[in-house]
């Protein structure tokens, strides 16, 4: 398991509070997020903001980009 630490210093204007936010990378799992969250659509729509998630990195997930779980039945 890996953890990156961003201050929220650096996050753009209109992010979701302050503080920093953790990135916990998880051995065949998601990426789970703890702080200050605020996801953009490409067409820069906010499209989820709050305090903590998982983003999933097996692409089986059929919330993408939010994990939904697949990930415990992948091959």
Do not use: F
């Not at 953890?3 to 503080?19: C, H, M, P």
């Not at 065949?28 to 200050?36: A, E, H, M, T, V």
């Amino acid at each position: 398991m890996t953890e990156s630490r961003l201050d929220a210093g650096e996050n753009t204007e209109g992010a979701a509070g302050r503080g920093p936010l953790r990135i916990t990378v998880q051995e065949n799992g998601p990426l789970r997020l703890s702080g200050p969250i605020e996801l953009w659509s490409s067409d820069a729509n906010s499209t989820y903001r709050g305090t903590s998630g998982a983003l999933c990195r097996c692409g089986r997930s059929a919330r993408k980009p939010y994990c939904d779980g697949s990930h415990k039945t992948a091959v």
